[in-house]
């Protein structure tokens, strides 16, 4: 692929991931974990969008989570279809109640 169509395929990737992450229907405007408006980070290991304080501490488990700034990095076209097919309210819905964290989407 030539570096103008990758450039212009990150730039799809990126404002896709931008817009999932504004999108009001999906929770995906609060962080999964604590509920804090405005997130700035993507937890590619489960699917779901968190704040710069939770993705900090996503990071420091055993195993790190995979963390992705959404506005610092790229997104691969399977980042963003996972993003998609997942989600805040989704992967709320997926969990069992009694491991949803203190805040939840349900």
């Known amino acids: ?7 212009d395929s990150q730039e799809v990737c990126a404002r896709r991931v931008r817009e999932l992450a504004q999108a009001a229907a999906g929770g ?5 974990e604590c509920g804090q408006p405005g997130v700035t980070y993507t937890d590619i290991t489960v699917g779901c969008f968190v704040c710069t304080s939770c993705s900090g501490m996503l ?6 989570h995979r963390v992705k700034s959404i506005s610092m990095t790229t997104f691969s076209q399977q980042e963003v279809e ?5 989600g805040n309210e989704t992967i709320a819905h997926s969990m069992p109640p009694n491991s949803r964290p203190a805040r939840t989407l349900v």
Do not use: T, W
Not at 1 to 7: A, E, F, L, Q
Not at 82 to 86: A, G, I, P, T, Y
């Open 28 to 32: 995906n405007r609060q962080c999964f």
């Open 59 to 64: 990071r420091g488990l055993n195993p790190p």
């Open 1 to 7: 692929m030539s570096n103008r169509k990758h450039r």
């Open 82 to 86: 996972f993003l998609q097919n997942h």
